[in-house]
């Protein structure tokens, strides 16, 4: 996929000589409009890193190897490799692929907690992220403390955050709970916060990896209803999600990765259907829900 900057007026010769409607004012009116348009830009986003092929060596062997003039032994992992996409305002994005095809390392990505090894990010709007439920919780601070964290972390000042306090743990449903410390909790009461948290935050764009399938079935019916008040909003988002189910009904466009390559673009029941077929194993229910 070309990038905005790729694009070049002059491959059109003088736009007065030929048609009016492309002079360089309208062509540069088109691509301001275009660009408006979009919440998400990635341009040729790669991540690479390195890991070591064996466990970290005891002190004894790693003197030893010293000793030997032996080097650590690594491998480069391309997690994300030269993917482009953009994504306009109002568009819910499902995210797809095998364990290890670069979703959470693109999402995290875009919500800027990894940089680029190469290419760029540009993203237009307030981000509310849902990575992992109860990430950047701190366990020794009670529920209230942390929502207040989360509050500040999103840019909302003490005053914000008070007026949405209520609200946040109401949806919760946490009880006495809000009071105790997180590392109390249980994974169903961090997820329901986590939640909570996120959804209230106002977001302009919601990045969601892997939440929906947490919690128990009344939370998952609050959660869903939450989600669909955000879409009726025109609120743009990135679902990660293992539950191709959930992808065709709540996204209405998605990508398919693979060993970090961009290989689909299409409308969620589209890329799911191809994704199913590529794996050979079908569109039954078991597998769109627990794939």
């Not at 993917?83 to 095998?98: A, P, Y």
Request: proline share 2%.
């Amino acid at each position: 996929m070309s990038s905005l900057s790729d694009f070049d007026s002059s491959s059109f010769g003088d736009p007065s000589e030929t048609d009016p409607g492309l002079s360089a004012e309208n062509i540069l009116k088109v691509h301001k409009e275009v660009t408006e348009q979009l919440a998400i830009s990635v341009q040729n986003l790669s991540i690479t890193y390195k890991t070591q092929f064996e466990r970290v060596p005891t002190v004894k062997k790693a003197v030893a190897g010293l000793v030997r003039g032996e080097k650590n032994k690594f491998k480069v992992v391309e997690a994300v490799n030269d993917v482009s996409f953009d994504v306009k305002h109002g568009t819910i994005l499902g995210v797809i692929g095998h364990n290890g095809a670069g979703k959470s390392t693109l999402l995290r990505s875009i919500a800027g907690i990894l940089a680029p090894t190469t290419g760029r990010i540009e993203v237009r709007g307030n981000i509310s992220t849902l990575l992992a439920l109860g990430l950047g919780f701190h366990p020794q601070l009670t529920g209230r403390e942390n929502v207040i964290l989360g509050g500040l972390a999103s840019g909302l000042s003490r005053e914000e955050i008070n007026d949405k306090f209520l609200e946040i743990a109401n949806f919760a449903d946490l009880g006495d709970f809000i009071d105790l410390p997180t590392r109390t909790y249980s994974s169903g009461m961090n997820a329901r916060l986590a939640f909570s948290v996120a959804v209230h935050m106002d977001p302009d764009i919601l990045l969601i990896d892997e939440a929906l399938s947490t919690g128990d079935a009344a939370f998952k019916r609050k959660a869903r209803i939450k989600m669909e008040e955000l879409m009726g909003n025109a609120r743009t988002m990135l679902v990660v999600s293992h539950g191709l189910g959930t992808i065709k009904e709540l996204c209405n466009d998605a990508i398919w990765l693979d060993h970090g390559r961009l290989v689909g673009r299409g409308s969620a029941d589209e890329i799911v259907d191809r994704y199913t077929d590529f794996v050979d194993s079908g569109n039954s229910a078991v597998v769109l829900e627990d794939f």
